[in-house]
């Protein structure tokens, strides 16, 4: 019984209340873990960072309930788009998400976080405050990599969050990718 108790308590602390997907420390550990996976394995690696763009705005103009139910929305298509078993999506933090995608090449990851993407706008959550479209979007940044010995996670993380970036700042509602 108490066994049984701990494994759930394990479990509840790796999961986003809100969302009811992993959050930041299971994303963390899951990293960690496919990152020494794919070196092992020699295989390849995709991360995904996704942000609702112009969120604050809609919590302004809609209130923080709307917020919530925007979030997990979101988190529902994020968790329906990534169901294989090297596959996992958490909340990442605030109004971003992150995706980590084994044994998938750089080109798969773009397809899959464009269907994100798209999925995500039709959802058409109206957001009266967007710059230019009147729905919820996401912009999404993609990094991939085949790690080893000699590279760091760090660095396709950082690598996923400078493409998402580069996505918001050209424009928003859109993905971009790297490779390192």
Same mark, same amino acid.
């Given at each position: 019984?108490?066994?049984r ?9 790796r999961?986003d ?6 959050n ?5 550990e899951r ?5 020494r996976?794919?070196?092992?394995a ?20 809609y209130g923080?309930?709307a917020?919530d139910?925007c979030?997990?929305r ?5 968790d329906?788009?990534?169901?294989r078993a !090297?596959?996992?999506?958490a %909340?990442?933090?605030?109004?971003? +998400?992150?995706? #980590?995608?084994? /044994? &998938?090449? =750089?080109?798969?990851?773009m ?12 959802? !058409?959550?109206?957001?009266? %405050?967007a710059?230019?479209?009147? +729905?919820?979007t #996401?912009?999404? /940044? &993609?990094? =991939?990599?085949?790690p ?10 950082d690598?996923?969050? !400078? ?8 424009g928003?509602?859109r993905?971009k990718?790297?490779?390192?």
């Open positions: 019984e108490l066994q108790a701990n494994t759930q308590l394990r479990q509840l602390i999961v209340k809100l969302t009811n997907i992993g930041r420390r299971a994303f963390d990293f960690d873990l496919e990152w996976r794919c070196q092992r020699t295989g390849s690696l995709a991360l995904l960072m996704c942000d609702i763009d112009h969120f604050k705005q809609f919590n302004d103009h923080h309930r917020g139910e979030l997990r979101i988190a529902a298509v994020l329906r788009c990534f169901q !090297a596959e996992f999506v %909340r990442y933090g605030g109004e971003e +998400f992150a995706a #980590v995608l084994s /044994g &998938v090449d =750089s080109q798969t990851a397809e899959r976080a464009e269907a994100v993407r798209r999925e995500v706008e039709a959802l !058409a959550i109206e957001h009266a %405050r710059a230019k479209n009147r +729905f919820v #996401v912009s999404i /940044g &993609v990094a =991939s990599t085949e080893t010995q000699k590279t760091r996670k760090e660095a396709l993380l690598a996923a969050d !400078a493409a998402l970036y580069q996505a918001k700042e050209n928003r509602n993905v990718a790297t490779a390192i």
